[in-house]
């Protein structure tokens, strides 16, 4: 089952454009990870946050979270083609025993 | 310093028949999860192996069983192949006990049960 669920399911955006996602989850977290993936593939890591932070930044990344809200959102600025992917959010719970993945948004940016 | 590898990309099965699926981890790492991904879904944890044992199982059925072994790397086997059994496989690899902060993932096999 998903511990987590991203909105919007998809958006489609400009070049040079900010795209804004969010990610809603159910329990209690230990930590919240961005994942990127490309066409179906495999996944690559692109940010994680731990329970006690509230922002981080990584590039043209920002991530948000709040514990009290039960969500994330995940911030692209200045967005290029080549981060047109499926994104998706991914948590942890403090007892450590599984590792839930959202359902994901897909980001196209149109050139 | 090569990647996770899994092994083979595609695959093609019947029902009722049994597969194994290959991953060998990034260098360093000694941990290995499995995730089962259907078209426009998020992964779905299957397991996770640390030290040639399963730590932790998601919600899959005895049909799905593991191995890892003393190089760390992995296999996963599906026993009984069902039509609901296709998808795309992924393996991750990470470092520690924990195990679940920054894994790296290899690029999946295609799954297919006819």
């Known amino acids: 089952s998903q511990q987590g669920e991203e909105d919007p399911q998809a958006l489609s955006i400009q070049e040079g454009e900010n795209a804004t996602m969010n990610c809603s989850y159910k329990?209690?977290?230990?930590?919240l990870q961005w994942y990127r993936q490309n066409s179906g593939r495999g996944l690559v890591h692109l940010i994680l946050?731990?329970?006690?932070?509230r922002e981080k930044h990584s590039g043209r990344l920002r991530v948000t979270l709040d514990t009290s809200k039960k969500s994330s959102s995940l911030l692209i600025t200045a967005s290029r083609a080549a981060d047109t992917a499926s994104y998706f959010c991914?948590?942890?719970?403090?007892?450590?025993?599984?590792?839930?993945f959202g359902t994901g948004t897909s980001l196209t940016v149109i050139p | 310093d090569a990647g996770v590898t899994q092994s083979p990309t595609h695959l093609i099965k019947t029902r009722g028949q049994q597969v194994t699926l290959r991953c060998s981890p990034k260098?360093?790492?000694?941990?290995v999860s499995w995730y089962q991904q259907a078209l426009g879904q998020g992964p779905q944890f299957i397991f996770q192996?640390?030290?040639?044992?399963?730590?932790q199982r998601g919600n899959f059925p005895d049909r799905f069983s593991g191995h890892q072994f003393p190089n760390y790397s992995s296999e996963l086997n599906v026993n009984a192949l069902l039509l609901g059994d296709s998808a795309l496989y992924l393996c991750?690899?990470?470092?520690?006990?924990?195990?679940?902060?920054?894994?790296?993932f290899g690029p999946g096999t295609r799954l297919t049960v006819l």
């Open positions: 991914a948590t942890d719970r403090p007892t450590g025993n599984q590792f839930y």
């Open positions: 260098s360093g790492h000694d941990t």
């Open positions: 329990t209690s977290i230990n930590n």
């Open positions: 991750a690899s990470s470092l520690g006990r924990q195990g679940w902060d920054e894994q790296f």
């Open positions: 192996y640390y030290e040639e044992e399963e730590r």
């Open positions: 946050i731990r329970s006690n932070e």
